[in-house]
T-cell receptor, first 116, second 119 residues
Framework: AQKITQTQPGMFVQEKEAVTLDCTYDTSDPSYGLFWYKQPSSGEMIFLIYQGSYDQQNATEGRYSLNFQKARKSANLVISASQLGDSAMYFCAMREIIQGAQKLVFGQGTRLTINP | EAQVTQNPRYLITVTGKKLTVTCSQNMNHEYMSWYRQDPGLGLRQIYYSMNVEVTDKGDVPEGYKVSRKEKRNFPLILESPSPNQTSLYFC??????????????????FGPGTRLTVT
């Protein structure tokens, strides 16, 4: 079973609009973490935001916020006031601790295109 | 500057010719790992290391070897590369994670990636 699911292979958004990228996850571990990474066309992985499973409040980092709905097992990324430079591939990932070892499991990614 | 470096960044090779992709980090991180990225599949873990001389298989270890003789270095070895190992490879490092699900991000720092083509 897929542990991290990103159901939107591609999204197209007008500049300055807000955008929500979907991510659902599956784990029975009560302690886990959720990450979002951005991968521009240059290829590097850029850390955006993190949410711990015990964190009471939704994480925010500048224009990025994470809409964490624990009961629904979703961790959607919200980008407010999108910019042309936001065009990139976005990955959701879950950190699990398995037998003391950290593991990051990634979703398939969503390619976001911001139109001027 | 805290960073993870990988070399080479680009490599085109032929089937069966042994190669090594180097990875080095300057943050004194205990944990290091290798991922491969393929279209539609996201990133998948190949191998990881919890500390010096401690390595273990990830989800897709077949055809790869690793070693961790020093804390800063974690090379990926392809003894006999095949075309299905054509991919984008990332090395990553972090502090060893605790079991807490809150607080600090336990961020993994990624290298710039190595694009490998095996013909």
């Amino acid at each position: 079973a897929q542990k991290i699911t990103q159901t939107q292979p591609g999204m197209f958004v007008q500049e300055k609009e807000a955008v929500t990228l979907d991510c659902t996850y599956d784990t029975s571990d009560p302690s886990y973490g959720l990450f979002w990474y951005k991968q521009p066309s240059s290829g590097e992985m850029i850390f955006l935001i993190y949410q711990g499973s015990y964190d009471q409040q939704n994480a925010t980092e500048g224009r990025y916020s994470l809409n964490f709905q624990k009961a629904r097992k979703s961790a959607n990324l919200v980008i407010s006031a999108s910019q042309l430079g936001d065009s990139a591939m976005y990955f959701c990932a879950m950190r699990e601790i398995i037998q003391g070892a950290q593991k990051l499991v990634f979703g398939q990614g969503t390619r976001l295109t911001i139109n001027p | 500057e805290a960073q993870v470096t990988q070399n080479p960044r680009y490599l085109i090779t032929v089937t069966g010719k042994k190669l090594t992709v180097t990875c080095s980090q300057n943050m004194n991180h205990e944990y290091m790992s290798w991922y491969r990225q393929d279209p539609g599949l996201g990133l998948r873990q190949i191998y990881y290391s919890m500390n010096v001389e401690v390595t273990d298989k990830g989800d897709v270890p077949e055809g790869y070897k690793v070693s961790r003789k020093e804390k800063r270095n974690f090379p990926l070895i392809l003894e006999s590369p095949s075309p299905n190992q054509t991919s984008l490879y990332f090395c990553a490092s972090s502090s060893n994670a605790g079991t807490s699900g809150s607080g600090n991000p336990y961020e993994q720092y990624f290298g710039p990636g190595t694009r490998l083509t095996v013909t």
